[in-house]
C-alpha cells in the first residue's frame, strides 16, 4: 500500500489536479504550500502547512511529522534571487554544492529531487498519479495548423531546443517565422501575455512547449490547461503546439472544447 503522499506545492492548477486525484482514489495526502507560490484555495479544507521556499530545513520536517512517505512537487514557482530567498542552513548547504546563481531551473530542481531522494522520501512524476491519456501526435481538436502554422511549428522546435540545451525555458513563440519571444524566468502565461503584445499583422503565431533535453521528468513536466488556451485565444496566436507523450493537458476536454471555440488548433509534435 502506497504511504502518504506529500504534494509540494507550487502556483496554478496543478496541485489542486493532483488533490482531487488523491480525493478520487482515496489517498491520504498532505499538501506543503509554499508562499509567495501556492494559492490559499489549493489548501483550502485539506491537511497542510505553509513553508517558505528558502526553508528547506522546515519543510523537511514538516514532511516527516506528517509521516509522508512519497512526495510530488507540483506548480510553478518564480525563482528569487538568493538574497530574497533568505535561504537557511540546510538549503544554503544545497546551493553552496550546486552553485544557485549558475544553475538552471532544471538543474536545480534535479538537484532538490535528489537531496528528497537521500532524504528517504520517494520521488513521483505528477503525471503517475494523474489518471490522463498520453498526448498523441497530430491534431487534438478539429483544427489543424495551416502550412505556415506548420513551419512556425518546425522552426519553434529548432529553437527551443536550443534554449533547452541552455536549461533556460520549455517555451517560444514564433509568427511568420519570427521569434516573438522564449520562455525564460517569466514563465509561458507570460511569455504568451508578452507575445500578445509583439505580434505583427497576419497569421497569428504558436506557442511551442516541449521538454527539455535530458530533463527531470518527476519536476517541472511541459504542462497545458484551458487558462494556456485562454490566453493564447488573448494574444491572438492560431494555435499551441506540445511534445507528443510528454506534455500534461490538465482538463483536456475542456482545452479541446476551448481551443475549437476560439478557433485555435492544438497539436502534439515530436522533437526531431
Excluded at 240 to 258: F, H, M, P, Q, S
Aim: charged share 25%.
Amino acid at each position: 500500500m502506497a504511504g502518504r503522499l506529500g504534494i509540494v506545492a507550487g502556483r496554478g492548477s496543478l496541485p489542486r489536479h493532483l488533490i482531487e486525484a488523491c480525493r478520487t482514489t482515496g489517498r491520504d495526502f498532505f499538501v506543503l504550500a509554499l508562499e509567495g507560490a501556492a494559492e490559499a484555495e489549493t489548501v483550502r479544507g485539506v491537511a497542510h502547512a505553509w513553508c517558505r521556499i528558502g526553508a528547506a530545513a522546515e519543510g523537511l520536517s514538516l514532511l516527516r511529522e506528517n509521516n509522508v512517505s512519497e512526495v510530488v512537487l507540483a506548480g510553478g514557482v518564480r525563482r528569487p534571487s538568493l538574497v530574497s530567498l533568505r535561504p537557511d542552513w540546510r538549503a544554503a548547504k544545497l546551493f553552496a554544492r550546486i552553485g544557485y546563481r549558475a544553475i538552471g531551473d532544471d538543474g536545480l530542481l534535479s538537484a532538490i529531487v535528489e537531496e528528497l531522494e537521500k532524504e528517504g522520501f520517494c520521488v513521483l512524476g505528477a503525471d503517475q498519479l494523474l489518471d490522463a491519456q498520453p498526448v498523441p501526435e497530430g491534431p487534438l481538436g478539429k483544427i489543424c495548423p495551416d502550412p505556415q502554422s506548420e513551419a512556425d511549428i518546425a522552426h519553434g522546435l529548432r529553437v527551443v531546443r536550443a534554449i533547452g540545451a541552455l536549461d533556460i525555458g520549455q517555451a517560444v513563440v514564433i509568427q511568420q517565422g519570427l521569434v516573438l519571444g522564449v520562455e525564460a524566468i517569466e514563465g509561458t502565461d507570460e511569455l504568451v501575455r508578452r507575445c500578445g503584445v509583439l505580434r505583427r499583422e497576419g497569421p497569428g503565431g504558436v506557442l511551442v512547449k516541449v521538454e527539455k533535453p535530458g530533463q527531470e521528468r518527476r519536476a517541472d513536466r511541459p504542462t497545458i490547461g484551458p487558462r494556456t488556451v485562454a490566453m493564447a485565444a488573448e494574444a491572438g496566436l492560431s494555435g499551441i503546439a506540445i511534445e507528443a507523450d510528454a506534455t500534461i493537458v490538465l482538463d483536456r476536454e475542456e482545452v479541446v472544447r476551448d481551443a475549437d471555440r476560439a478557433g485555435l488548433f492544438v497539436v502534439g509534435v515530436r522533437r526531431s
